[in-house]
């Protein structure tokens, strides 16, 4: 079946580092997959997505790109800031529903 | 961006009462509709998809009976614990699908946090 593998966090960094949160997912054909961002007491915000391979999806400095080969979609940032300090969830679409990882709780430090 | 809305945003009820939470495509018509649930750091269970004046799909293990889905209009869909427990204590998301994204993306409500005393 279909399913969404995030790394475990929490990742703490400094503000302005690099930022990488990978995700890899199994699926049968080739779903969209979406980045989900959630700040605290906050519902899912729609942060980027991308609905076939090699495509890239951006958004507020965040990128993924959609590796069939590897069939992943890691999420990068070149500088994060404090106000990046959030919970990222990794999804895809299924049949009719979404498919989420566990989420990836990020914590910059000023 | 399509937007929902869910009212209220918190709630808490004694035991034993029902508890019912509203979901509204503020800008789109959401032909369908989800209810997730979400434990304190933990990733989001779907409960159930809702389609517009059918009844709802619940996943394996969800109470059809305790959780009731409405989904009367293309714009409102509701969820009612019953009988509501300490157990059924959780933050309860709901989002709708909109023919806007192009795909099915998914626009999600800002979440309502159930406490049971």
């Known amino acids: 079946g279909n399913s969404v593998t995030q790394m475990e966090g929490p990742v703490t960094l400094s503000e302005e580092a690099f930022l990488t949160i990978n995700c890899t997912y199994t699926?049968?054909?080739?779903?969209?997959l979406f980045w989900y961002v959630q700040y605290p007491g906050e519902g899912l915000q729609l942060l980027l997505k991308?609905?076939?391979?090699?495509d890239k999806g951006s958004n507020k400095g965040f990128e993924a790109t959609y590796r069939k080969e590897t069939t992943s979609f890691h999420l990068e940032k070149g500088s994060v800031q404090v106000s990046d300090s959030a919970v990222y969830f990794c999804?895809?679409?299924?049949?009719?529903?979404?498919?989420f990882g566990t989420g990836t709780r990020l914590k910059v430090l000023a | 961006g399509a937007v929902v809305s869910q009212h209220p945003s918190w709630v808490i009820c004694k035991s034993g009462t029902s508890v019912k939470i509203e979901c509204r495509s503020l800008?789109?018509?959401?032909?369908?509709m989800f209810w997730y649930r979400q434990f304190p750091k933990q990733s989001l269970m779907l409960m159930a998809t809702?389609?517009?004046?059918?009844?709802?799909?619940?996943e394996q293990g969800v109470e059809k009976d305790k959780f009731l889905i409405n989904h009367a209009s293309l714009t409102l869909s509701t969820l009612t614990v019953t009988s509501a427990h300490p157990e059924d204590s959780s933050f309860y998301i709901c989002s709708g699908t909109s023919a806007l994204g192009g795909t099915d993306t998914q626009y999600f409500g800002p979440g309502t946090r159930l406490t049971v005393l």
């Open positions: 999804a895809l679409e299924g049949t009719y529903k979404y498919i």
């Open positions: 800008d789109f018509q959401a032909t369908t």
């Open positions: 809702s389609n517009e004046g059918s009844k709802a799909t619940y």
């Open positions: 699926a049968t054909g080739y779903p969209s």
């Open positions: 991308a609905t076939k391979a090699d």
